[in-house]
Each structure stands twice: as structure tokens, then as C-alpha cells.
């Protein structure tokens, strides 16, 4: 599905360590630093997930030219990132944790931003959206005019969800919902002259509903899951299942998202709401925004800020090809190593003849989604018979090098059969990406996948990029 997510983004930094001994400057903990996290935050966050779930996400926000945006632009690989001129610097959220408690937080670049520009590509991303999800965390991107105009817009034939601000701009009218939480709820609803009684959920709400004019408004209400209102229509509860947290950052952005999703896939108001609360409660059971986070080590050895993220548990890239029909071992191995450490196993797979654009960005896109990438290579033969007597142009050996030579490509596997079934019997990858217009479970491989539990995404082919077309063009020019 073609997402689009407009919206703040934010730069989350968590420093985690231990601390056994004070400071003898001050009667302060001394935190020795073990690793340090970095994420994207606000918008950033919603179209990571998304992303991370197969979708076509673009980013319609605004990003500075400072280091913050660089860690940015590196923690949305796989994301469409269109951004308006720099108009302030990166808002960075530092946390400093020892163990699992909170000490202290530095918020620096949060002070208000002026509204940011917009472009004309923005705006066709807006238009072009199959769901919209709006992310406003108060900096800007919600009161530039012709963004507002083109939302409007799109949410006459789009599901447009809105996630506000209290700092933010107010929704335009006619999105499909407003996801407000409690508080804010409650925050507006007295800011405009009322005095909820008890919870004050429902009559928040409904004042709320008839402020923004949508079409409905959800409000959150944590472990207690959502309050559902319909314009003209009864209130109904959303129970949350019952899920351990130690940290609920994240929960709103995951429901937002998926709230989009499903309204975007035909299923009613109802529906759509328990699923996202029901998917905003098994996103914080797998730890958060906290699992998406790039790991940094700290120390000379620690990767530097180029770094997409943390390797495997082993680097096996040496290049020994096989028998076209049998598995290069180092794949297989690499796969055992990574789930054995706990890790995520992500494989993709093809011809890969004539090395291009729309290739590159599809394996860093998949990369991006687990702890290593292992790529199933059709040998010389297979190619052959799938492709005509004249293919491959590139031999499988030299195929495999060039794989091997990105830094998002931890190991090859050439199979020689049509299909890469049996390749993927053996090494059982965790995660099955493969580019193109169709959904995960249309892919032939999807029933295959889900035998051991993994899960196949897709991510879509990048229009005028294509080994045939490269081909064509050679063959006029030689």
C-alpha cells in the first residue's frame, strides 16, 4: 500500500549503562556507557514501522543539514524522506538509563520552528496516497497552507488519520479519525470551556468531534485501550490485551499507523480500530521504539555515524561459489549464527544481473528490517532457463562479488533451481523480501515461509529501473 506520512520528526537518543560508584566532583552516579541508541521519533517513527511492514512509505516533513539529520536520514533507510528547506535544527531527545531507569533527559533544538515550506513533490505525495497518517508533533509541518489544502483534499477520497499536538496545528476538517489520548483530550475539552466529570472520555470526545469536524475521534487511554466515537453513532470501547511494558513510547505512533492501514484495506471504523489497538499493544510486548533503535557501541571501535547498524553475531562474506543446485555454507552458517544470538534473519533473492538503483535501494531497504541480509543468487543455468539463452550478462561469480561488495549484503547463496525454495529450507530466514506490486501473501513462497513462522514483506519495484531496460539499452548503443 502507497502510505504517506506527513508529519514532525523527531531524533530519539538513548544512552544505557551501569552504575556502581558516585562522582567524587559531586554526589552524582558515574555512568559507564554501554551502548547508545538511535532512532527516528515523531513521523519518523510511523514511517519506520511502516516501512518495516512492507509498505511504500514516503515522509513528507522537514529536515535540517545538521549531524542529527544525517542519523536520520541513515535510521529511515527504506523510507521516501521529501523535506522541505532547513529551517531549524534536528529536535534531539537524549535519555540517559541505567539499567531500566530513567535518570535524565536532554531535549536540545526543541524550541517552536517556523512553519517549513512545502514542494511540489510533497504535495503529489499527498495526492497519490492510498491512506494518509498525520504525525504532528508541533513543529511546523501541519500549518504550512498548501499542505493543509492538499490533506483536505485527499480526505475526500483517502482514510486520512490525524495524530495531534497539543503544541500542533488543529485538524482539518473531514479526516476519517483524530487519535487524541486522554490527557490531550481532556486538555482541549477544558481549554474550550468544559469540566469533563469522572474519566471524561466520552465527553471530551464528542466536544472534540464537533470542534475538528471529522468523521471520528478515537481517544487512547493507555493499558485501558480506546474510546471509540462516531459522528452520529454510539461510543464503543476498545479493550487493549493485556500486554507487560516497561516503556510505552511508541504506542500512539504504531496505532496511528495502523489505524491507516486498515481503513485503507475496506475494513469498517470498528474493525479497524480494534486491530490497531490490538497491533499498538503486541508492537509494545515486542519491546517499542526501543527495538528499532541502530546499536552503537561506545568506544575507537565503535562504528561511526555511516554505520547503518549493528552487524551479525559473525561476518562470513567470504566468496567460495559452488555447484550451481547446492548452497554456499557461509549463508547457511551466517543464518544458524544470527538466530542463534538472537537475532533477525532477513533474506531476499533473484537474478540480480546488471547491478542498479532500484536493486541497491530494495536490499537496504530489507537490511534494514533484521541483523543480517542473505541474498538467494540464481546461478548461470537457472537464469537461463527463466530468462533466454542470451542471459545472464553478468556471470553468477561475478554477480555474487558485486552483492557482496554493499555494505547492506552480509552473505550469497546460488541455488540452481527455478525457484529458491529448497535455498530457503535451509536457511529459514526469519524475514522473505522481495520487491514488487503485490501483497506479502501473493507471493509464492509466503506459505512456505510461515511453516517455520517467519514472514514474507514486500517492497515495491522503483518505476524505470530494470536489468531489461538496461539490457535494451546496452544492445542499441553497442
Known sequence: MRITVVGDVLLDVDINGAATRLSPDAPVPVVDVADIRRRAGGAGLVATVL?????????????SNDDG?????????????????????????????????PMVRFDEGCSPAPVPAGTAEM??????????????????ITANADIRVALTAAG????????????GSEPVAGVAVVTPNLAEALAAAKAGGLAPSGTGAEEAGRYLLEKWGSAA?????????????????????????????????????RLAGSLAVHLGLGLDLAQAATRAV?????????????????????????PGPEAPGPRPVVE?????????????????????????????????GGCFDLLHAGHARTLAAARSMGDCLIVCLNSDESVRRLKGGYRPIVSAEDRAELLLALECVDAVVVFG?????????????????????????????????????????????HPARSTSGLAEALAKVS
Not at 511504500?56 to 529536515?63: D, I
Not at 475526500?156 to 503544541?167: L, M, N, Y
Not at 516497561?246 to 500512539?252: K, L, Q
Not at 515486542?286 to 565503535?302: D, H, I, M
Request: proline residues 8%.
Open 217 to 253: 475521534v478515537l481517544v487512547t487511554r493507555g493499558e485501558e485501550g480506546a474510546l471509540l466515537l462516531p459522528a452520529g453513532d454510539a461510543a464503543q470501547g476498545i479493550p487493549a490485551p493485556k500486554t507487560n511494558v516497561s516503556d510505552p513510547c511508541g504506542a500512539g505512533d
Open 123 to 140: 504535495l503529489e505525495a499527498i495526492a497519490s496516497a492510498e491512506a494518509i497518517v498525520v504525525a504532528d508533533y508541533g513543529r511546523g
Open 417 to 461: 533451481e527455478d525457484t529458491p525454495e529448497a535455498c530457503l529450507t535451509q536457511i529459514q530466514p526469519d524475514i522473505w523480501v522481495k520487491g514488487g506490486d503485490y501483497t506479502p501473501e501473493e507471493l509464492p513462497e509466503a506459505r512456505l515461509v510461515a511453516g517455520w513462522g517467519g514472514r514474507c514483506v514486500t517492497v515495491p519495484f
Open 278 to 302: 490490538e497491533d499498538a499493544s503486541e508492537f509494545l510486548a515486542n519491546g517499542g521504539a526501543a527495538s528499532l533503535a541502530v546499536v552503537e557501541a561506545p568506544g575507537p571501535e565503535a
Open 156 to 167: 475526500r477520497r483517502v482514510p486520512v488519520v490525524w495524530d495531534p499536538h497539543p503544541a
Open 316 to 348: 562470513l562474506k567470504g566468496l567460495e561459489l559452488v555447484d550451481a543446485g547446492d548452497l554456499h555454507p557461509d549463508g547457511v552458517q551466517l543464518a544458524r549464527a544470527v538466530r542463534a544470538g538472537g537475532g533477525t534473519v532477513v533474506a531476499t
Open 51 to 63: 516501512a518495516q511492514d512492507g509498505h511504500s512509505v514516503s515522509l513528507v516533513t522537514a529536515l
Open 69 to 101: 539529520a544525517g542519523h536520520l536520514r541513515r535510521a529511515l533507510s527504506g523510507v521516501s524522506v521529501l523535506a522541505g528547506a532547513p529551517l531549524a535544527p534536528t529536535p534531539t531527545k537524549t535519555r540517559v538509563r541505567i539499567g531500566t531507569h
